[in-house]
């Protein structure tokens, strides 16, 4: 039986921000588990592997020592990223003869670094909203957009009608919509 | 008023639609409000939900960062001055560059691995405790590649080998993947929809005994986390 009921749909918004703004030590550890594979794999593109971990890590203490600045109303992954971006910088400025791709570092300086950060940060919060959805819904859209099948090879796949396929993508997306409309991704 | 087509929508922008479909469905987006509602709804989505998979495309590894110095001295460049990087890139795809040294750097034109899709930092179980794993997962476009670096493992005893798994925690859902080298590490292939279905890594010390199913003696074990969670 189709299931209708969207768990996400109805949730508070994310009250990360604000938790860290309370001090709440357990909202960091949320963060850095919701958002540190995120933050390594961006600051994994600049710096060299031996540095990485340590601005990662440099990332959350300053997050944790800047959280009075955090504004509940912007998205946490983007001010983190914020962060590391700026880490990053002063790391590759600190460090001699390092190689970088060029190309890629036009995503980290400038105005083009910060128009990167804020849409991994979209990337990131849109991810999370498909991840909320209940699971017939988020399988269906992932399928569909990450792994590039199409709505008959979704059904394929499933073992389903494609009639389902087409509800669950619907539903779907009904409530990512409604939920990015409402500004509770963030 | 023509049926509803909320079911059509993504076929609509996704370019799925037959030339008759597309007509019919415009011709009722026209006059049905509730429609061109949910096509609002459809359209957000469809271009969130493509934004976040290009992100994760755009942030693929970087070719190797290395820290050897060139042989052939290129001018210097400070890292700060956007509008420079942008004239350098525009005037030199292939451009070598400098960052923050005295002149010596450079461009290395590889071509990017697959994305990151997730990773899983993996803790000892049954087995010493300073043995870890670290697996990253490769997003091809149907495929997840899994590459599986250990340390810290003792050898397997005779007749016996280590093995990787995927594993549902909930449900204990197990599924074979490959052996682990000698060396500790492996790389596998896994169909998207199936890694899709596991949300964590198993290492286990099987027996060379002919019974394929998992030994209950795990070594390893760790989440995984995708990269956009």
Partial sequence: MEQIELTSATAPVDELAARLRAGDERALEECYRRHGPLVRSYVGRFVPRDDCEDIVQQTFFELWRSRSRLDPARSVVAFTLGIARNRAIDQLRRRKNVVVDVSQLRDLVGEDGEVFVERLAWAADVRRGLDSLVNEQREALELAYFEDLTQREIADRLGIPIGTVKARMSRGMHHLAERIEKGELR | ?229
């Fill in chain 2, 1 to 229: 008023m023509t049926e509803h087509c909320s079911e059509e929508l993504f076929d609509l922008l996704s370019g799925e639609l037959d030339r008759e479909a597309t007509v019919r469905v415009v011709a009722h987006l026209r006059e049905c409000g509730k429609c061109t509602d949910e096509l609002v709804s459809v359209a957000v989505t469809h271009g969130s939900l493509r934004a976040a998979r290009r992100a994760r495309e755009e942030l693929s590894p970087r070719p190797d960062i290395s820290m050897e110095p060139l042989s052939v001295a290129q001018p210097p460049l400070g890292i700060s001055p956007h509008r420079r990087f942008r004239r350098l890139y525009l005037a030199t795809a292939a451009a070598l560059i400098v960052l923050a040294g005295a002149g010596s750097a450079l461009f290395l034109g590889r071509p990017s691995p697959p994305p990151v899709y997730a990773l899983a930092t993996l803790h000892h179980l049954d087995a010493p405790t300073d043995a870890a794993g670290r697996v990253t997962v490769r997003s091809t476009s149907r495929v997840k590649q899994m590459d599986v670096v250990t340390s810290g493992l003792p050898p397997a005893p005779a007749n016996h080998y280590y093995e990787v798994w995927l594993l549902q925690p909930q449900t204990n859902k197990m599924l074979p993947v490959g052996l682990l080298s000698p060396s500790g590490e492996g790389t596998y292939s896994v169909a998207g929809a199936i890694m899709a279905q596991y949300s964590a890594v198993d290492i286990s010390l099987q027996s060379n005994d002919g019974n394929p199913v998992h030994s209950t003696d795990s070594v390893l074990r760790g989440t995984v986390v995708p990269t956009f969670s």
